[in-house]
């Protein structure tokens, strides 16, 4: 079995035989669930409306997803989230959705920093919510794949003992099959086709080869700046496809997806994941200080921080949205040059004048394709 097959069936796991852990201490909730689930094809399907049967059950079903209210008599939600952390390794833990009746941005937030990968809002949407468990199985799926990957690589080894080097070429090619497909979740989510973290990846490498960066850390850098918005994943549809300006409020959810991306790409310890988490939490920062989620400036903020945020500006504002035009390279390049020492790094912005040809022939190769009419 080649690592292409090997990738597919373990983000597959299939996510319609994942075990999922349902709950809530309201009968009518679990039935509601159980029944959506089931509807859409999940088979294994464990509930309970008492909490403290949580940790028990998840440790004997091994489940991959939990369904978490928050709250709930004996124990509410944070209080299981705080067991699991205790007392649950990297590899037992599962994802976590909370279903939450609270609209509180601090209660959605707290939900998030004690271990959470989504929530939903009741009274939930059943469709909004079937994308979300999807997504959230895929992507564990995956992480389980990259936790397993010296496994993995053992298997393949035994299995071509007479073409080692040709095995290693298939598994590095299956993992950045698995980063790509992360990358790419989110993208989709955003109504892209998949060009625009091709060209903005490319641009990046090449500011950063430009800056110093040797061959190893170039590379790396074109494989993980893909992964940049990873955490749009957990962004609700209803603010992340608005056709129209976001209220504040919506704003600061909008903004929880860099952390949310660091959270995603933080249980892996591989130098191409701790760089992806790298970017994912520092590609919105600002090289004045007023860029998200930390405040960090100047050089404070990581290089591949720096040259992906670039990178991910510059394609952005040349690149045709639902909601905008196209820039011309000429306006986009004004803007881009009016913002060194603000939010760009005024030493990126010298390499970024010096490579606008090598970056006009990127935009180029990789431009979207023209849309044809069906009629």
Same mark, same amino acid.
């Given at each position: 079995?080649?690592?292409?097959?090997?990738?597919?069936?373990?983000?597959?796991?299939?996510?319609?035989?994942?075990?999922?852990?349902?709950?809530?201490?309201?009968?009518?909730?679990?039935?509601?669930?159980?029944?959506?689930?089931?509807?859409?094809?999940?088979?294994?399907?464990?509930?309970?409306?008492?909490?403290?049967?949580?940790?028990?059950?998840?440790?004997?079903?091994?489940?991959?997803? !939990?369904?978490?209210?928050?709250?709930?008599?004996?124990?509410?939600?944070?209080?299981?989230?705080?067991?699991?952390?205790?007392?649950?390794?990297?590899?037992?833990?599962?994802?976590?959705?909370?279903?939450?009746?609270?609209?509180?941005?601090?209660?959605?937030?707290?939900?998030?920093?004690?271990?959470?990968?989504?929530?939903?809002?009741?009274?939930?949407?059943?469709?909004?919510?079937?994308?979300?468990?999807?997504?959230?199985?895929?992507? /564990?799926?995956?992480?389980?794949?990259?936790?397993?990957?010296?496994?993995?690589?053992e298997e393949m080894v035994?299995?071509?003992?007479?073409?080692?080097?040709?095995?290693?070429?298939?598994?590095?090619?299956?993992?950045?099959?698995?980063?790509?497909?992360?990358?790419?979740?989110?993208?989709?989510?955003?109504?892209?086709?998949?060009? /625009?973290?091709?060209?903005?990846?490319?641009?990046?490498?090449?500011?950063?080869?430009?800056?110093?960066?040797?061959?190893?850390?170039?590379?790396?850098?074109?494989?993980?700046?893909?992964? /940049?918005? =990873?955490?749009?994943?957990?962004?609700?549809?209803?603010? !992340?496809?608005?056709?129209?300006?976001?209220?504040?409020?919506?704003?600061?959810?909008?903004?929880?997806?860099?952390?949310? +991306?660091?959270?995603?790409?933080?249980?892996?310890?591989?130098e191409l994941l701790c760089?992806?988490?790298?970017?994912?939490?520092?590609?919105?920062?600002?090289?004045?200080?007023?860029?998200?989620?930390? +405040?960090?400036?100047?050089?404070? =903020?990581?290089?591949?921080?720096?040259?992906?945020?670039?990178?991910?500006?510059?394609?952005?504002?040349?690149?045709?949205?639902?909601?905008?035009?196209?820039?011309?390279?000429?306006?986009?390049?004004?803007?881009?040059?009016?913002?060194?020492?603000? /939010?760009?790094?005024?030493?990126?912005?010298?390499?970024?004048?010096?490579? !606008?040809?090598?970056?006009?022939?990127?935009?180029?190769?990789?431009?979207?394709?023209?849309?044809?009419? =069906?009629?």
């Open positions: 079995m080649n690592g292409t097959v090997l990738v597919n069936n373990a983000l597959a796991l299939d996510s319609k035989n994942a075990n999922i852990l349902l709950v809530d201490d309201e009968e009518a909730n679990i039935k509601l669930l159980e029944r959506t689930l089931h509807s859409a094809g999940y088979q294994n399907i464990i509930s309970t409306q008492d909490s403290r049967q949580a940790l028990p059950l998840l440790r004997t079903h091994n489940c991959d997803l !939990l369904l978490l209210d928050l709250n709930m008599p004996h124990l509410d939600g944070y209080g299981v989230m705080e067991q699991i952390k205790a007392q649950f390794s990297l590899e037992e833990y599962p994802a976590i959705l909370v279903l939450t009746a609270q609209s509180m941005q601090d209660s959605r937030q707290r939900a998030l920093d004690n271990g959470a990968r989504d929530y939903v809002t009741k009274p939930f949407n059943i469709q909004e919510l079937l994308s979300r468990v999807r997504n959230l199985l895929e992507v /564990h799926c995956a992480q389980k794949f990259i936790r397993n990957q010296n496994y993995l690589l035994e299995a071509r003992t007479r073409d080692l080097q040709t095995a290693h070429q298939k598994l590095r090619e299956s993992r950045l099959q698995v980063v790509r497909r992360l990358g790419r979740a989110a993208e989709y989510r955003d109504n892209e086709t998949g060009l /625009h973290i091709i060209r903005m990846s490319k641009i990046a490498t090449l500011l950063g080869q430009s800056a110093g960066m040797n061959e190893t850390e170039a590379h790396l850098l074109l494989n993980a700046s893909p992964m /940049h918005d =990873i955490g749009k994943i957990g962004i609700p549809d209803h603010i !992340l496809l608005k056709p129209g300006k976001l209220d504040p409020e919506e704003w600061e959810i909008m903004k929880t997806h860099a952390q949310i +991306g660091a959270n995603i790409l933080a249980e892996d310890d591989s760089m992806a988490r790298e970017i994912a939490l520092t590609h919105h920062e600002k090289w004045d200080g007023s860029g998200y989620p930390n +405040g960090l400036q100047g050089d404070d =903020i990581p290089l591949v921080g720096r040259v992906t945020a670039l990178a991910d500006v510059f394609d952005a504002l040349t690149s045709q949205r639902p909601y905008k035009k196209a820039w011309s390279n000429e306006d986009a390049v004004a803007l881009i040059m009016s913002e060194s020492g603000k /939010h760009f790094d005024p030493m990126l912005i010298t390499h970024f004048h010096k490579l !606008l040809p090598e970056i006009f022939q990127i935009r180029d190769q990789y431009a979207e394709p023209e849309v044809s009419q =069906i009629g």
